[in-house]
């Protein structure tokens, strides 16, 4: 996306960890990540991070927030057409 290419995405089957020697079964780190649009039609990288949503019962959850590692607005990939 930074570049304007695109997000690019590999997964890797059958590959056992190191140590457990079991299927590395995890997240899909791209249900994490978003384009956000703000109101002057400017697109940034977003992604969804956990957060405490209740200090008392330490109750987590789930919020989209800005991309701490790049913070620029980004272009979409010339295939993109944004309606």
Same mark, same amino acid.
């Given at each position: 996306m930074i +570049? =304007?290419? =695109?997000?690019f995405s590999v997964h890797?089957?059958?590959l056992n960890h190191h140590v457990r020697k079991t299927p590395p079964w =995890?997240?899909?780190?791209l249900h994490s990540m978003g384009? %956000?649009?703000d109101a002057n039609n400017e697109? %940034?990288?977003w992604?969804?991070?956990?957060?405490?949503?209740?200090a008392e019962t330490q109750e987590l959850g789930w919020e989209w927030q800005p %991309?701490? +590692?790049?913070?620029?607005?980004i272009a979409l990939p010339?295939?993109?057409h944004w309606n």
């Open positions: +570049d =304007g290419r =695109g997000l890797i089957n059958s =995890g997240c899909n780190r384009v %956000y649009r697109f %940034y990288l992604e969804k991070r956990v957060v405490v949503k209740n %991309y701490k +590692d790049y913070t620029d607005p010339a295939l993109y």
